[in-house]
């Protein structure tokens, strides 16, 4: 028995040793490719494109797919600037989706660094069908090109369309400042709009008359002044005066008020939802003004998955990059999220070593996203993501237990 375990382990150890040649061999194919992919970051970090508008990021990826072997569909979901490339060297029992977004910040240009995230994609697809066609791998690798992740929610968009159906594992890199990690939850979140409407009248001589919708609007913001208290230390809600008067000498007949609110658990979310509206409601009876209330949602926070998570830890690790513990949360949100919740993510976090911690959507971000800092993003992130697809496309049975992990997480939101 004891020969038997020895002999077990040395045959396990030997097929790990096989299979990180096999892995190397396409690392060292990606970085044959490194220059040609930075070409294209380049690209697009220099023709910053809002979202539902970005033409050029979405046909240099098409181009550059078509190019590479795969069959590329344009105008996905009725979505001119979304796009599914798909690559089969046979049929299989997984299909993988590396998820690619390419839309800019207005005015700042790529400061959330999506042209890496894109390119990204890019590198983890052509290193993965490499790998797929030289060593006959059954399965499917899907290119998902979505638009409008900083304003419009593409993401969400698709799934309203269907298109995500049939994936499997969804795989999706993110620049940061910060050291490499996995991603955990994120905020579920939505807008608010209120209007309060009262009644003009003079301020001086006749405010006896008036209905100040102005007093509404600061008593709204008492109010949930006063509800943080009753909260939990997750609740975020930040809000402006948009409206207010015309004029100091009328009493001011319309106020509007525009916000966000946003916690960790989305059930949460419902709950403070009607609490905030309790809260507009209760200012306009106390003041005599008329209320319209409008909740907007917004995106749903992101559903970590361990199972997959950890695979591609193993995959940093072995290419050296330095990664942080655990999987930590983020206080933003994106769009991703409601995806997270029907099918199973790896969300890495690659780094952009800065000196210091600096945030994105800023101007250090988008020119950190345009250096050479930002092309080693794009390497250690496609070999790591394509590493992590060989596995799972290798071994089925873990996104199965991803699919269960997922199952059992979304019980607690």
């Known amino acids: 028995m004891e020969f038997y375990k020895v002999a077990k382990k040395h045959r396990e150890d030997n097929e790990y040793m096989e299979l990180e040649a096999i892995k190397q061999k396409y690392d060292d194919y990606l970085d044959s490719r490194l220059d040609e992919l930075w070409e294209i970051a380049k690209y697009v970090h220099s023709n910053p494109e809002l979202g539902f508008e970005e033409e050029k990021a979405c046909k240099v990826q098409c181009d550059f797919l078509r190019e590479n072997g795969f069959e590329v569909e344009e105008n996905l979901g009725g979505l001119s600037t979304a796009f599914k490339a798909v690559y089969q ?18 005015e700042i240009g790529h400061a959330c660094g999506h042209n890496l995230i894109c390119t990204t994609a890019l590198g983890t697809a052509i290193q993965t069908k490499k790998y797929m066609e030289e060593q006959k791998i059954p399965g499917t690798l899907v290119v998902m090109g979505t638009p409008a992740e900083e304003f419009g929610g593409g993401k969400i968009k698709l799934l309203e369309k269907n298109a995500w159906d049939g994936i499997d594992a969804i795989l999706f890199m993110h620049p940061t400042s910060d050291t490499t990690r996995l991603a955990g939850e994120c905020m579920s979140s939505t807008r608010i709009k209120i209007e309060f409407k009262g009644k003009s009248a003079h301020a001086a001589s006749h405010p006896s008359k008036g209905i100040n919708a102005l007093n509404a609007a600061n008593l709204y913001f008492v ?31 319309f106020a509007s008020v525009e916000g966000s609110l946003s ?93 210091y911690k600096i945030s994105n959507h800023t101007e250090q971000f988008r020119d950190l996203a345009n250096s050479s800092a930002g092309k080693r993003c794009i390497q250690v992130s496609s070999k790591a993501m394509s590493r992590t697809a060989m596995e799972l496309f290798k071994n089925p049975d873990i996104v199965d237990a991803a699919k269960k992990e997922l199952q059992e997480r979304m019980k607690d939101e």
């Open 89 to 106: 060297y046979e049929p299989g029992e997984l299909t993988v989706a590396v998820v690619s977004e390419y839309d800019a910040l207005p």
């Open 263 to 355: 916690c960790f658990k989305s059930s949460d979310l419902e709950d403070y939802i009607e609490r905030v509206r309790k809260c507009a409601e209760g200012a306009a009876i106390a003041t005599g003004c008329e209320v319209d209330i409008e909740f907007i949602p917004g995106y749903l926070g992101r559903v970590p998955n361990e199972t997959l998570s950890e695979v591609c830890r193993k995959e940093l690790i072995s290419i050296d990059e330095p990664v942080m513990d655990g999987m930590p949360f983020d206080y933003g949100g994106e769009d991703l999220g409601n995806v997270s919740r029907i099918i199973p993510i790896c969300n890495p976090y690659v780094t952009i070593f800065p000196d």
């Open 223 to 253: 109010a949930t002044g006063l509800l943080r208290q009753h909260t939990k230390s997750d609740f975020r809600l930040s809000g402006i005066i948009d409206s207010g008067g015309n004029t100091t000498g009328l009493i001011p007949d």
